[in-house]
Every structure is written in structure tokens, then in C-alpha cells.
């Protein structure tokens, strides 16, 4: 992740988080934890708010969460009561650790180079028949906007994106509208893959 989309959010951390925490993402959330059972561990790669890893913690879930900015890492740890560790997604170096990886809209602010690479980091970190959400906006932009960088994908570009992501593979995928107050117009491709 470059630095600018950092300092973007170290600087607008609350403000962010404001808009975000209480965001209703009961759906998505079910839809995930659905694929793992009660107990399984969690990797919420790129936290923000700690709106999902609190709702992962509170449904029974063991859960680690990281994220890049470090106001971040500091609200969500406050909010969640877990240690939040400060990180970059490129310095995941787990084997086999987790049952599932929450990447919600995080993961889309590396370029396609980055993300590759990632994609597999986040493959070797799962255990096997391990599970991947996140979601990116629907589209075909990349490059910066909004003072961040972004990645967006469209249901092709992603499923030819992933082909030679060997240890992954795609599950389900699902366009829904952005959560967000007044935000419903922007769409977003959301996805579960699989580790093969």
C-alpha cells in the first residue's frame, strides 16, 4: 500500500471510523462466518474500524487484526479490546494459521502487482479448504482517487486476475450496493475463494 493512501487514512482515521463502525454488514458477516464453525480463527486483514473483528469476537471466533495505519490499529484496538497489530499486508508471512481471511474493501488499495502477490501470501496463511472474503468496488479504474490508491475489479477481470493465483480459487462471488449512507449508487463485487 503506498504511503499516500496511509497518511490518508492516519489523518482521517476519525473521521473514517466515524462512518464505518456502526455500517449493518450482518449479511456479509453471516455469510463468511457460515463457512467456518464456531471457534475457528480469523484473520481480519486490514481492520479499519474493528467493526468486524468485534462482531467475529462476539460470535465466538478467535481473531487476529491488522491493519496499516497506525490511528487506525489505535481505535480499533480501543474499540475491540485486542491488540491491534500495525502492519502492511506485503509483511504476512503466516503458514497454515488461519480457517478464514476478512479482507473487506483493504486489500483493494495495492496495485495488481502488489495484490497478486498478497493473494498468495494470504493463501499460504490459511489452513487447508481455508476461506477469503473481501470486495472491491465494480469497476475497471486503477490508480488514485479521493487521496488513495485503488484497484477495482469487475467479475472477468477478477476471475482472469485470479487464474494464476494457483492457491486460491474462486468460491462465490455477489455485486451488492454500498452500505453506506447515500453511498448506495457505488457498487461492489464481493468474493469468497478458497484455498485449493
Not at 15 to 42: A, E, H, W
Not at 102 to 130: D, F, Q, Y
Request: proline fraction near 1%; hydrophobic fraction near 35%; glycine fraction near 10%.
Amino acid at each position: 500500500m503506498n504511503n499516500k493512501t496511509l497518511d490518508y487514512y492516519n489523518k482521517n482515521a476519525e473521521t473514517f471510523v466515524s462512518g464505518t463502525v456502526s455500517v449493518d454488514f450482518k449479511q456479509t458477516q453471516d455469510k463468511f462466518l457460515n463457512r467456518l464453525k464456531q471457534g475457528d480463527s480469523i484473520l481480519d486483514f486490514g481492520c479499519g474500524s474493528g467493526r468486524d473483528t468485534k462482531y467475529f469476537l462476539k460470535s465466538g471466533f478467535l481473531v487476529d487484526a491488522i491493519d496499516g495505519s497506525r490511528e487506525l490499529c489505535k481505535i480499533a484496538g480501543e474499540y475491540t479490546g485486542l491488540e491491534v497489530k500495525q502492519m502492511l499486508f506485503q509483511e504476512l508471512d503466516s503458514i497454515e494459521k488461519y480457517d478464514g481471511i476478512w479482507a473487506c474493501s483493504s486489500i483493494l488499495h495495492l496495485p495488481k502487482t502488489e495484490l497478486k502477490l498478497v493473494l498468495r501470501k494470504m493463501g499460504t496463511a490459511l489452513k487447508e479448504n481455508g476461506i477469503i472474503y473481501t470486495s472491491f468496488k465494480y469497476g475497471e479504474f486503477e490508480g488514485e482517487r479521493n487521496g488513495r490508491y485503488f484497484t477495482d475489479f469487475t467479475m472477468e477481470m477478477f476471475t482472469e486476475f485470479i487464474q494464476d493465483v494457483d492457491n486460491l480459487k474462486l468460491e462465490e462471488y455477489w455485486i451488492t450496493g454500498d452500505v453506506r449512507p447515500g453511498r448506495g449508487e457505488e457498487k461492489w463485487l464481493n468474493l469468497i475463494l478458497q484455498k485449493n
